[in-house]
């Protein structure tokens, strides 16, 4: 009987893993190289979600397997030493992990290298296990409300003031590049890839904030403070910056009327993301009266929201994304580099994509103030709306919203 070994992390066991165990073995006994937590901490930056005891156990249970070991190699190719060790007949490979460098190994070797669809077994839904992390990820993601750039110091040294957000339940797809701080969100996925550790909010964000700001991050880059401590700061949360990138001051609000007054008002509309090689910094005019009208705007948010006064708030929101588009236009004509203008396949640009989008929803019935998430250029509409409920029953595309309290 020939040998034949594949090699994977199989952190998140699913059937589609089994069904490529059963594939493989139709060509000979089956042995199983699996990455070390060492090295999927290295090689994918983040830790495992059962550690290599716990796995090997999982691999070596299911039937289509003679025996599986810990890979003691590294990187991509960290099964060399198991290879050597146990000299197959085949390495099997399926066609997400084929490589032009695998193949050249096996050819150095005299082994045969078998490259198999991700075809999943009859009557099963094709699954992997990215997917799945992202479909059990509780990691929380934020909507910014008011005074969103207030946290960059080359904005707050004109004026201080407040940034407003709240933090989210991912009930729905958070997408990459729409505007819900995805890189910061990413970056605590690292380090916690389903769920926030329990652990003092402010000081979690504060964590997540120094992690992804280190002082060798290659694009010199500062990402604002208002994203980490949107993320880890259950409920409504306003933070104060007076030119540092950390807020002087943070308040929150966890009064359930508030939340559930915010929850029946706000919806997101899905648009498209925000492009590759989208700038919406460039063309910024940032002067004092426009960052004062900012910081105003978001002081007015904050009382009609504590007031629950529907209109006031609506007012303030509208206000505040006004003022943000003021000082930095690109959010929603985004300035698109000349490579992506050639290679794109758009025939529309970004900035018509958007302001079409504005213009629909701007006149639906019930629609009260929009702006866009984040840094804008693309992603969602987030609207203020008379009723969340009926708005999304006449609008099937509408997201509902659920904001996160402690504990979730």
Not at 103 to 119: A, N, Q, T
Not at 231 to 255: A, M, Q, S
Not at 273 to 301: F, N
Request: glycine fraction near 6%; charge should be negative.
């Amino acid at each position: 009987m020939k040998k034949v070994f594949v090699s994977g992390c199989y952190d998140l066991l699913h059937s589609g893993h089994v069904e490529f165990f059963r594939q493989a073995a139709q060509y000979g006994d089956l042995y199983v190289g699996i990455g070390s937590d060492e090295t999927i901490l290295h090689y994918k930056n983040h830790k495992t979600l059962y550690n290599e005891k716990e796995r090997l156990f999982m691999v070596k249970a299911i039937r289509y397997v003679k025996d599986a070991y810990i890979n003691a190699g590294s990187g991509i190719m960290d099964f060399i030493p198991t290879v050597d060790f146990l000299k197959p007949d085949i390495l099997v490979v399926n066609e997400d992990g084929a490589s032009e460098e695998k193949r050249r190994f096996c050819e150095e070797r005299g082994m045969e290298y078998i490259v198999l669809k991700r075809d999943p077994h009859e009557g099963l839904e094709a699954h992997s296990s990215t997917s799945l992390k992202e479909q059990i990820c509780t990691i929380p993601t934020r909507l910014d409300l008011a005074g969103t750039w207030i946290d960059q110091p080359y904005v707050s040294c004109y004026a201080p003031g407040w940034a407003i957000t709240v933090s989210l339940v991912p009930t729905f797809e958070v997408r990459e590049r729409c505007g819900l701080s995805t890189s910061t969100r990413n970056m605590i996925k690292r380090i916690w890839p389903l769920k926030l550790p329990d652990m003092d909010p402010e000081m979690l964000a504060r964590l997540v904030f120094c992690f992804e700001n280190h002082p060798e991050r290659e694009d010199g880059i500062v990402s604002g403070a208002q994203d980490a401590i949107g993320i880890c700061v259950p409920g409504l949360c306003r933070h104060y910056y007076d030119n540092h990138f950390w807020p002087d001051k943070i308040e929150t609000c966890e009064d359930e009327s508030i939340l559930q007054w915010l929850e029946s008002h706000l919806v997101m509309i899905p648009m498209e993301p925000r492009r590759p090689g989208c700038s919406v910094v460039e063309g910024k005019d940032i002067t004092e009266p426009k960052v004062k009208a900012l910081a105003a705007a978001a002081d007015r948010c904050w009382d009609a929201i504590m007031k629950k006064d529907l209109m006031a708030f609506a007012e303030a929101y509208r206000d505040s994304f006004n003022a943000q588009v003021a000082m930095f236009p690109a959010m929603i004509n985004p300035v698109e580099s000349l490579e992506f203008r050639v290679e794109s396949s758009f025939k529309v640009e970004s900035g018509k994509i958007i302001q079409s989008c504005i213009e629909k929803y701007s006149k639906e019935p019930g629609v009260l103030a929009w702006k866009m998430p984040g840094a804008g250029g693309g992603g969602y509409l987030a609207c203020v709306v008379e009723d969340a409920e009926s708005f999304a029953i006449n609008h099937k595309e509408t997201i509902r919203l659920t904001i996160r309290r402690s504990g979730m």
